[in-house]
């Protein structure tokens, strides 16, 4: 029985390095993975997402002021509009 102890022992001293050599190669493996992910995407030229919102926020204003341009435009041709079809009103000539 104390013959099998030490074999026991060893086994698990064995089993315990095998995982801990395991965790060691998956981080290996993701730190790999990760270097390889963002070498590719640098070389995509890919905009940052703050670049992106900054953007996004200005062609939102520039959406809004050119809708705003063009009701006013609408507005000024109805006045136009109105002006040129209107009849003119004779006008009194002065006496004397």
Known sequence: M????????DLARVAS?????????R???EAMIRQQMERFTSSLDLVP?????VVRAM???????QEAQEARIAA???QLAALT???????AKPKG
């Open 17 to 25: 390095g095998a995982m801990g050599a395991l965790s060691g190669l």
């Open 76 to 78: 000024l041709e109805a």
């Open 59 to 65: 062609a939102a204003k520039a959406r809004m002021e």
């Open 2 to 9: 104390q013959s099998q102890n030490p074999f026991f022992d």
């Open 27 to 29: 981080a290996e493996m």
């Open 49 to 53: 997402r703050e670049e992106f919102e």
């Open 85 to 91: 079809t209107a009849k003119p009103k004779p006008v």
